[in-house]
């Protein structure tokens, strides 16, 4: 345990997979990496990962004004 001073290694998250594997979210240096442990062989499953950035595919899209509303497409809606 360190008093007064944080660690450059830390697990940020940690979820099962399943009775054997876990996936790991360990954050050195501000930098973040996924792993898979408990497997046959542990994995990396991604590095680099820039803390506390959601990945581009998990975030909303903008939306832009010319972009038709799904809704107009559908018979009888006025919107």
Do not use: C, K, W, Y
């Not at 991604?46 to 595919?57: M, Q």
């Amino acid at each position: 345990m360190r008093l007064g001073r944080a660690g450059r290694l830390g697990v940020v998250e940690t979820i099962a997979v399943d009775s054997r594997r876990r996936l790991l979210l360990v954050r050195r240096d501000g930098v973040e990496h996924l792993l898979l442990i408990g497997g046959a062989a542990d994995l990396v499953v991604e590095n680099g990962i820039v803390a506390g950035r959601e990945p581009a595919a998990m975030a909303a899209p903008a939306r832009s004004r010319a972009e038709p509303r799904f809704a107009q497409h559908l018979p009888g809606d006025d919107a």
